[in-house]
């Protein structure tokens, strides 16, 4: 859906309401993570590599559902801002692991930091049961897509 397309959808309808609270996180997480130096795609693969440091490169495209090649760019370019390290496998020299630096690892918390601020922006004012009925609805929500999703690749979409 391009620009334009938001004028066709019923500005009380509540798909537009979920579409304009989409596009404003986005902005807020775009303005928060590059306070710290980092994009919007990249705590996905810094908390992984946390988690599980000394991946290769296919088993973080296969961990994030991304393709290797679009984990190759990312890890160019957060290599080449210090935030993680490649070394060749030991026992498999054509697979070179990545690994967290320490400057890494301090913008991973950073990145958790500011994650947590933006849950906190996002839910003030909830309380619990609004919480907890928001997680249920969205929780069908992305079960109703991925339903969707995954009838079409097995259609070959």
Request: a positive charge; charged letters at 30%; hydrophobic letters at 35%.
């Amino acid at each position: 859906m391009g620009k334009g397309s938001e004028n066709m959808i019923d500005k009380d309808s509540l798909y537009f309401a979920f579409l304009n609270v989409a596009r404003v996180h986005y902005y807020r997480t775009h303005i928060l993570l590059s306070e710290i130096g980092i994009y919007h795609g990249q705590p996905p693969l810094l908390f992984t590599l946390e988690k599980s440091d000394g991946l290769s490169q296919r088993e973080i495209a296969d961990i994030l559902k991304i393709t290797p090649s679009t984990i190759n760019v990312m890890l160019k370019r957060m290599e080449k801002s210090g935030l993680l390290i490649r070394k060749q496998d030991l026992k498999d020299q054509r697979v070179s692991r990545v690994h967290l630096t320490s400057e890494g690892r301090d913008i991973c918390k950073k990145a958790k930091e500011a994650i947590e601020a933006l849950s906190e922006e996002c839910f003030n004012g909830f309380s619990l049961e609004e919480k907890e009925t928001l997680k249920l609805l969205l929780q069908k929500m992305g079960n109703n897509l991925k339903e969707k999703s995954e009838k079409n690749e097995v259609k070959g979409c």
